[in-house]
């Protein structure tokens, strides 16, 4: 390792760094190159393509890694700096494969929080383009999640997996790590020769004899959406360009669930334009993994929990391969411009609902979320944080999984409804075409998406809407549109009956009169609503809708009639626990571990465990469980979850 300490380089570089993560976010944008979330000097220099040589070694759970950046001077720089965090820096080089020229280079304190991790400066000559880092991965290199066999369905060979997003990919690969940067990228990986490595690239469909997998992702995208995963993985195609890989027992159950993508992919371009990116595949995780799936392009990962056998949670595939357009195609400057991600793939999601499945499903969909989000606004009012209901963020000095919230996504995509409700469909499609090409392979701000609505839509067509109320002010405006759905008042009048004693889920016995053979007769009917009469978003309606002081009694009656304790559909489980635990049910507890034991997604996981520490009688249930189970989960669950036990 050649590490010279120049004091003053350093020094003096440093200062800079702390001065820029303290501006204020209104100060940052109009600088477009700023971000708070990232030390990368990215008005000065940047990556315009990654190649990456990864050895993925399970044995040691390391990555040995070199990444060799292209770069743009923009600015005469004599310096490049790079993001890192929980990853070990053994050389850097300047100058082509094989001709390298060893380069100084000083690694930064960790910020106060830890949350970004270390600026790593590389003193290079100006006229460098090449910047290669040699390194390797570390047990805090929180973007992993090395699982091992026990934790897959074949339980036979081990699997790992990347979660970039937000600023994780700093933890497996030193970069520029901001959204507001696109690049290509490529990659040879090396893995055990019985496994096969996927990325969010071009992937062959077959395993390596050798072990080796060559990748390239020709499109530019930001650092967050490189992602790699390496398992027991068969490929099953689902059309021309689309398919899915996952573990091998897992192929038929797959196969039945994602059976309309191709037509959720011919839908979605006929309402926003050509799908760029050529191959749509899915990759199926194992249950640890803490999103319900990563539009990492060309290659979605999906959580198994949208698994369910009746294609119920099918809207996650559509929201994911709606980010092939918005976040993806046009991707948020910023971590504070989430709901530019976001919101225009949860309005897009619903739109391909509405195309497939009708407008019934669509709006059943929208009020499941409308429900969440009127919650999530209350929590937000009364947290330390008030102004997180506004769509644009101010993430200074915190961890941009903090902006994560229902905001981002259903306060974003009504915001977006409501306009359509305004303009008409018509012209807002149309608006939202112009908005995909216009600024498709870049990065946008709040700002510029302002610009851009005012003079492609509310000045031509004369529109006033209060677009500034939406973005800058808390909770949400009086002109949100309003939708209803006879399918869950049905749901909300039963959860009524129930909760006053009328059992409406008890058998029904009436007799009919009927003619056998020219003599009247009378047979039994029995009449009674099924699990199956409704869809899951209808029962988790039904369960929101219990009072939540319901008695022990009637949640051990309806258990008995649906078996909700040991259902297999997590959102219902969430929902129902969430009941549960509320009405002090505790024969449910053993029914909660083992839930927590099997699911590692954030969404499910973190609520449950909020709502038990909230509670003094289950705090040290959830507390003991947590412990035994943190470090199955992965670092975006662990840490979330972890910040409940703290003090
Ligand atoms: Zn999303």
């Known amino acids: 390792m050649k590490l010279l300490l120049q004091f003053i380089f350093s020094l003096v570089l440093l200062s800079c760094i702390q001065e820029t993560k303290n501006k204020s976010v209104t100060e940052n944008l ?27 070694n399970f044995r040691s759970k390391k990555i040995f890694g070199v990444a060799r950046h292209r770069m743009l001077n923009l600015n005469n720089a004599d310096t490049a700096i790079f993001d890192i965090k929980g990853i070990e820096i053994q050389k850097v080089t300047t100058g082509e494969k094989n001709a390298e020229n060893e380069a100084d280079f000083v690694i930064g304190k960790y910020d106060k929080d830890s949350i970004l991790g270390q600026p790593l400066l590389v003193k290079i ?78 992937n062959s469909r077959e395993k390596s004899e050798n072990g080796i997998y060559n990748f390239s992702m020709p499109n530019s995208i930001p650092s967050y959406l490189i992602a790699l995963a390496v398992g027991d993985l068969n490929y099953t195609p689902l059309s021309s360009n689309t398919g899915f890989y996952c573990e091998p027992q897992l192929t038929k159950k797959c196969k039945n669930e994602f059976v309309d993508l191709p037509k959720m992919l011919v839908a979605a371009e006929k309402l926003y334009g050509k799908y760029r990116w050529n191959q749509y595949d899915l990759l199926v995780l194992p249950y640890s993994f803490p999103f319900g ?13 949208i698994i369910t056998g009746d294609r119920s949670l099918v809207s996650v595939i559509a929201h994911e391969l709606a980010h092939s357009w918005s976040g993806n195609l046009v991707s948020n400057k910023t971590w504070n411009d989430f709901w530019i991600n976001e919101g225009f793939t949860v309005y ?19 009020l499941v979320e409308i429900f969440e989000l009127d919650e999530e606004i209350i929590r937000i009012k009364n947290s330390k944080h008030p102004e997180d209901s506004k769509l644009l963020l101010n993430l200074n000095q915190r961890n941009p999984d903090e902006g994560m919230t229902d905001i981002a996504y259903v306060k974003g995509a009504w915001f977006l409804r409501s306009l359509e409700a305004r303009a008409g469909r018509k012209v807002f499609d149309k608006f939202l075409n112009y908005y995909f090409s216009s600024f498709a392979f870049s990065t946008i701000s ?90 899951t978003q209808e029962w988790q309606m039904f369960i929101r809708y219990l009072p939540k002081s319901i008695t022990v009694d009637k949640l051990e009656r309806l258990n008995s009639y649906f078996g909700f304790n040991r259902t297999e559909n997590a959102e219902i489980a969430l929902d129902w626990f ?15 571990e083992r839930f927590l034991r099997k699911i590692g997604r954030r969404k499910f996981v973190l609520p449950l465990y909020e709502l038990l520490a909230q509670k003094p009688q289950y705090k040290n249930f959830a507390k003991t469980l947590f412990d035994s189970q943190k470090n199955y989960y992965h670092a975006v669950t662990k840490n979330s979850v972890e910040k409940l036990f703290m003090n």
């Not at 990232?38 to 040589?53: Q, V």
């Not at 990492?296 to 999906?302: D, G, Q, R, S, Y």
């Open 293 to 305: 799936g990563m539009e990492n392009p060309m290659l979605t990962f999906v959580n198994p929990t």
């Open 578 to 592: 969430t009941l549960c635990i509320n009405a002090n049910y505790d024969g449910v507890l053993p029914d909660i």
């Open 348 to 366: 897009f999601e619903h739109r391909i609902m509405e195309e497939l499945y009708g407008k019934e499903i669509a709006d059943i969909l929208a």
């Open 125 to 202: 000559d100006p006229k460098d383009s090449i910047v290669n880092i040699y390194y390797k991965t570390t047990e805090n290199s929180e973007a992993l999640d090395w699982l091992e066999p026990k934790l897959t369905s074949s339980k036979l060979h081990p699997f790992l997996y990347t979660q970039g997003q937000a600023i994780l990919t700093r933890t497996w690969i030193p970069i520029q790590d901001s959204p507001s940067n696109r690049f290509t990228y490529s990659a040879e990986v090396k893995v055990p020769k019985h496994l096969k490595a996927v990325m969010s690239a071009k």
């Open 446 to 535: 709040t700002r510029d998406f302002i610009d851009y609505l005012k003079k492609n839509l509310l000045s031509q067509q004369n529109i006033d809407f209060n677009y500034n109320e939406w973005i800058n002010q808390e909770g949400l405006p009086n002109n949100k549109i309003e939708i209803s759905s006879p399918r869950l008042l049905k749901m909300k009048e039963l959860a009524y009956k129930f909760s006053n004693e009328e059992d409406v889920f008890a058998p029904k016995i009436r007799y009919e009169r009927i003619r056998i053979k020219k003599k009247i007769k009378k047979k039994k009917i029995v009449e009674q609503l099924k699990k199956e009469d409704f869809i």
């Open 30 to 56: 109009s600088d477009p190159f700023l971000d708070d979330h990232s030390y990368s000097n990215l008005n000065e220099i940047k990556t315009r393509h990654l190649h990456l040589e990864l050895d993925v």
